[in-house]
């Protein structure tokens, strides 16, 4: 959004000073951007997803400047990833970027293309939500990693995520696997100075000359997977002999030893200074779990205390299931609690400091602010006539997805209920109608929709179900800022009909505060009808709009990509 | 030396670009500096917080501890106060008088006054009047920067130049109209310099 060069002027404490390369003021997504592009990238894909959307926007502005890396938004995230490992079969190097969430989405090309023979270097940086500051669930993408088998990269800072991102793609090469890079949103969304090296070139095109490496018929597919599980002690002698795993042992101590995993190292440093002792300390900064390192840390000290960022994912390894003489401190403990953001706080009191002392903060007159929908937002209007349509029935279901109309659960709107996954509405309207519930509504974004909303309906369409599909189509994908949708929104009428949607009952409608009477009574003619009904809800987001005016009349100033 | 702000305010209200300002001017002075905020669902006119910190050693945390904060910099009457806790015990509160009443049962004006008046170093700014006086009511962001600059280990012309390279890609009269409200602000706090 702000894009910031600086040319600082010298580093104290660096040795021989030259006029390095220029150092740019970067977020944790930029930095990781920056760092595919120095590493030759041809492609980047991905989703919009908080916290990891301005990674692909930093790189479509450099695209757009520069004419490459090939830089685009996809469909969702399964299509992004598969468009990636094109990208790698023909020995061209790819980044792929998701929300922890949106790798649910590409489970399947991602847990298939570890098997896969990777050829140019495939690199899937994945931005975890711990505290879900805009996400539906916490989850811990190093599991992911683990269950593919394949490394996993965790920068604690944004000269790290720059610098992790460029081995990420040589680890690629060279263990033929996609590597993952794991970032959480206090990194993402973190600005700091990045010094970058010198960027290498793109890589020719070289389509490998056997495909039966890319190709999992049973036979082969046996074939890679064996070979997946011998390249395993390789990539274990790699994070063994890795510096992002860095253990010092104090000798003259044995009581503490602290592990640190990503971004945990930063709050433990932040509380160092106050420790009368130095504990041994081992961070681990690169997966498969340097086993000889925890096991020589273990050795070493009767308690261990394990600071992770995110799920108890090391610390669940290390207590295992049988009984152990060492003890260990964590999030299974009850030492830091399981949910909810890590905090130089929380650390502190795990290290057994005190908590710092505030003013106090006794009797605060401060009440929740929420977030809402913007003022004159078009979702407000389609939600005033949902409710009016089913207002005074006994019963009624309106499942809903995922974006900024989520906020539709909350006052004054209460006027959806539920938000499980992306595309869930149309599957789980279709349920609960078979189940019996009716009327039932299905409502979801022009972008859920095309994201994961198509193939439920035809779902939908092949059983007629009784349903109510309110498509809010505000032409952007509003809740991550305002990026274009993959598909034009006269694309959309066309689409539903083509799935074979009865045109009698599909509706395109505007959505304006002058219109919601005509859409409440559409919409009551279509709960009465028992089949599938669609009504496409027409106004583009606000926001959207503005910033469209703002620039019609004046161009984009430039980034400053140096 | 090391300087942590808490910035507070609603989303909407320009809390990115004063963040950015004093960052990039601090970096020009040669420090160390973080900077973080939560993008996503918190941009809908909700609470919005974002850490930066400054120093002249390396920094580790990306957010500030407890009790840590040198200061609350908040662009809302309200907002400051929800995260007091992070306030040190000598830390200051500098905060637009100003009130975003998007909720109901928004708290009297007099109640918070009265509670911030109990902290031990309290600023309030009329931001809202200044941006008006500078020209546009936009710029209660840029005065409450103006402020904050009397306290900050930054000189007021560093902060100045990097208003104007942010607002210059928008032209030569808003970057006018910011630069005034960041002096008015500045120099209604004169009085209350440290
Ligand atoms: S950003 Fe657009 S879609 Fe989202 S709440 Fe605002 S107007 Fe509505």
Same mark, same amino acid.
């Given at each position: 959004?702000?894009?910031?060069?600086?040319?600082?002027?010298?580093?104290?404490?660096?040795?021989?000073?030259?006029?390095?390369?220029?150092?740019?003021?970067?977020?944790?997504?930029?930095?990781?951007?920056?760092?595919?592009?120095?590493?030759?990238?041809?492609?980047?894909?991905?989703? =919009?997803? @908080?916290?990891?959307?301005?990674?692909?926007?930093?790189?479509? &502005?450099?695209?757009?400047?520069?004419? +490459?890396?090939?830089?685009?938004?996809?469909?969702?995230?399964?299509?992004?990833?598969?468009?990636?490992?094109?990208?790698?079969?023909?020995?061209?190097? #790819?980044?792929?970027?998701?929300?922890?969430?949106?790798?649910?989405?590409?489970?399947?090309?991602?847990?298939?293309?570890?098997?896969?023979?990777?050829?140019?270097?495939?690199?899937?940086?994945?931005?975890?939500?711990?505290?879900?500051?805009?996400?539906?669930? *916490?989850?811990?993408?190093?599991?992911?990693?683990?269950?593919?088998?394949?490394?996993?990269?965790? !920068?604690?800072? %944004?000269?790290?995520?720059?610098?992790?991102?460029?081995?990420?793609?040589? /680890?690629?090469?060279?263990?033929?696997?996609?590597?993952?890079? &794991?970032?959480?949103?206090?990194?993402?969304?973190?600005?700091?100075?990045?010094?970058? %090296? !010198? !960027?290498?070139?793109?890589?020719?095109? +070289?389509?490998?000359?056997?495909?039966?490496?890319? @190709?999992? /018929? !049973?036979?082969?597919?046996?074939?890679?997977?064996?070979?997946?599980?011998? &390249? %395993?002690?390789?990539?274990?002698?790699?994070?063994?002999?890795?510096?992002?795993?860095?253990?010092?042992?104090?000798?003259?101590?044995?009581?503490?030893?602290?592990? @640190? @995993?990503?971004?945990?190292?930063?709050?433990?440093?932040?509380?160092?200074? *106050?420790?009368?002792h130095r504990p041994s300390h081992l961070h681990v900064g690169a997966y498969p779990l340097p086993v000889a390192r925890i096991r020589e840390l273990a050795a070493h000290v009767d308690k261990l205390l394990v600071l992770e960022e995110g799920n108890p994912y090391l610390e669940r390894y290390l207590r295992g299931l049988l009984p152990q003489a060492l003890r260990i401190e964590g999030k299974l403990s009850g030492h830091l609690p399981q949910d909810g953001e890590l905090t130089p706080d929380f650390v502190r009191l795990a290290l057994d400091l005190p908590g710092r002392r505030s003013v106090s903060t006794t009797d605060l007159p401060v009440r929740n602010r929420p977030p809402q929908l913007c003022q004159g937002c078009p979702h407000a209007d389609s939600y005033a006539a949902i409710r009016a349509s089913i207002e005074g029935l006994e019963q009624s279901l309106v499942a809903s997805d995922i974006g900024c109309y989520t906020l539709g659960a909350l006052p004054p709107y209460s006027a959806i209920e539920s938000c499980v996954c992306m595309g869930a509405s149309i599957g789980m309207a279709k349920g609960a109608a078979e189940a019996g519930m009716n009327p039932v509504f299905a409502v979801i974004g022009d972008s859920t929709f095309l994201h994961s909303g198509v193939t439920p309906l035809m779902d939908a369409v092949a059983h007629d179900a009784d349903i109510v599909l309110v498509i809010?189509?505000?032409?952007?994908?509003?809740?991550?800022?305002? %990026?274009?949708?993959?598909? =034009?929104?006269? #694309?959309? *009428?066309? /689409?539903?009909?083509?799935?074979?949607?009865?045109?009698?009952h599909l509706h395109v409608l505007e959505a304006h505060p002058k219109r919601v009477g005509e859409m409440t009574e559409v919409l009551r003619r279509e709960i009465r009808h028992h089949g599938l009904s669609v009504v496409i809800a027409v106004r583009e987001c606000i926001e959207t709009a503005k910033r469209r005016r703002r620039e019609e009349r004046s161009p984009q100033p430039g980034g400053a990509e140096g | 030396m090391k300087y942590d702000i808490l910035l507070a305010g609603v989303g909407g209200q320009g809390l990115l670009s004063m963040a950015v300002i004093i960052a990039s001017a601090a970096m020009k002075n040669g420090y160390f500096v973080k900077q973080s905020e939560v993008h996503g669902m918190s941009q809908r006119g909700g609470a919005v917080l974002a850490n930066l910190r400054i120093s002249d050693q390396p920094i580790h945390s990306d957010i500030i501890a407890r009790g840590d904060a040198d200061m609350i910099l908040s662009l809302e009457i309200m907002e400051g106060l929800r995260y007091l806790d992070y306030l040190a015990a000598d830390g200051t509160m500098l905060t637009s008088t100003g009130r975003v009443e998007n909720i109901g049962d928004y708290p009297a004006q007099e109640e918070i006054v009265d509670r911030i008046q109990q902290l031990p170093h309290t600023c309030l700014v009329q931001a809202d009047d200044l941006a008006k006086e500078a020209g546009t009511v936009l710029a209660g962001n840029m005065a409450m920067v103006g402020a904050a600059s009397v306290f900050l280990p930054l000189e007021a012309e560093g902060l100045e130049i990097q208003i104007e390279r942010l607002f210059r890609p928008k032209g030569g009269k808003v970057v006018e109209t910011n630069l005034r409200a960041f002096r008015l602000g500045r120099n209604s706090l004169s009085c209350a310099a440290p």
């Open positions: 959004m702000f894009p910031m060069v600086v040319y600082l002027p010298r580093v104290s404490g660096s040795t021989s000073i030259k006029r390095g390369p220029v150092r740019q003021v970067l977020l944790g997504d930029e930095a990781v951007a920056l760092g595919a592009v120095h590493a030759g990238i041809t492609a980047a894909y991905a989703y =919009p997803g @908080t916290p990891s959307t301005e990674i692909l926007e930093y790189l479509i &502005r450099l695209s757009d400047q520069a004419g +490459k890396p090939k830089a685009c938004w996809c469909a969702n995230e399964k299509t992004a990833f598969e468009e990636a490992l094109g990208v790698s079969m023909v020995g061209r190097r #790819a980044l792929v970027a998701m929300k922890h969430v949106g790798l649910n989405v590409a489970a399947d090309p991602f847990m298939n293309g570890a098997i896969v023979q990777i050829n140019g270097g495939l690199v899937v940086a994945v931005a975890d939500d711990p505290g879900m500051h805009s996400s539906q669930n *916490e989850q811990d993408s190093r599991y992911f990693a683990d269950m593919a088998r394949i490394p996993c990269l965790e !920068p604690a800072n %944004q000269q790290e995520a720059y610098e992790m991102v460029r081995e990420a793609f040589e /680890l690629s090469e060279q263990f033929h696997v996609p590597v993952m890079v &794991r970032l959480v949103t206090r990194l993402a969304h973190s600005r700091a100075v990045v010094r970058p %090296q !010198p !960027p290498l070139a793109e890589r020719p095109m +070289k389509k490998p000359r056997d495909t039966r490496g890319w @190709t999992l /018929l !049973p036979a082969y597919a046996r074939m890679q997977w064996r070979d997946l599980l011998d &390249r %395993q002690p390789d990539m274990l002698a790699f994070s063994e002999a890795s510096p992002n795993n860095q253990l010092v042992l104090n000798p003259e101590r044995h009581d503490l030893g602290v592990i @640190t @995993t990503g971004l945990a190292r930063n709050y433990y440093f932040e509380n160092f200074g *106050e420790l009368r809010l189509d505000n032409s952007t994908v509003g809740m991550t800022g305002g %990026q274009p949708t993959i598909l =034009p929104s006269s #694309a959309l *009428e066309p /689409l539903v009909l083509g799935l074979g949607v009865h045109p009698e | -």
